[in-house]
């Protein structure tokens, strides 16, 4: 594990700072506060709180942002939508629900998001709906299941969707029908092989990961997945 300090003033014109994977907690972030030009800022995997992310509105300009496995909650993130610039917020193994989703739905240059292990609802995905530029959701280990996928279908520009270990079944996937995704990860799912011909048909699909579904070789070599 790295250990950081952070000390005095750093330059203004610094617009990249990496330190997942530190010590670093709330009284060290304070040190970036007057980086008003920061645009990538990784704390994942740091000891930072609700109360470091009082900080957010010193970053302006923000685009990227991963908090994941940090201890930040949806208090910390009260004013997140305030980020309108924000393209790509990573709260991996977060307990933040539906009430962040609300305030990221606000977002509308949002292009991705990564949302494994946090504690969303299928309700709250339709706070995502009307965002017409993103393209990634991943969903890894969440209880999301048919009715939040269906959210996630009027979505027009979603083209990578990662729904490994959710409640999602053979019926939800057939909402996908049509749509021109290209990379879908079903692993650990209930899906079988009711769902293969519409994966059969979705236009562009590069990457499909089936892995420890109920699908089974004969009908997937049937299919040409």
């Known amino acids: 594990r790295r250990h950081t300090r952070l000390q005095g003033d750093w330059s203004s014109d610094v617009c990249s700072s990496d330190l997942g994977g530190t010590s670093v907690g709330d009284v060290g972030l304070r040190s970036l506060a007057g980086l008003h030009d920061l645009k ?3 704390l994942s995997g740091t000891k ?16 990227y942002l991963w908090l994941g496995r940090t201890r930040v909650t949806d208090a910390g993130l009260a004013r997140i939508d305030e ?38 609802t299928d309700e709250g995905l339709q706070s995502l709906e009307k965002l017409s530029h993103m393209s990634g959701v991943d969903l890894v280990g969440t209880s999301i299941g048919d009715a939040g996928l269906r959210s996630l279908t009027r979505i027009p520009a979603l083209r990578l969707l990662g729904l490994a270990r ?11 029908r049509g749509r021109r995704l290209e990379t879908l990860d ?6 079988g092989d009711a769902c293969l011909p519409t994966l059969l048909h979705l236009d562009g699909l590069n990457v499909l990961s089936l892995g420890h579904t109920r699908c089974t070789p004969e009908e997937i070599g049937r299919a040409h997945v």
């Not at 930072?48 to 685009?63: F, I, K």
């Not at 959710?166 to 996908?176: M, P």
């Open 166 to 176: 959710t409640n999602v079944s053979d019926a939800g996937v057939a909402l996908l």
């Open 48 to 63: 930072v709180t609700d109360r470091g992310m009082e900080l957010l509105a010193s970053w302006p300009r923000l685009q």
């Open 83 to 120: 980020l309108t610039e924000l393209r790509y917020v990573e709260l991996t193994n977060l307990p933040v629900t539906d009430a962040t989703l609300a305030r990221l739905g606000r977002l509308q240059q949002l292009d991705a998001l990564s949302l494994g292990r946090t504690r969303i």
């Open 186 to 191: 079903l692993r650990r799912t209930s899906v």
């Open 40 to 42: 990538f800022l990784d």
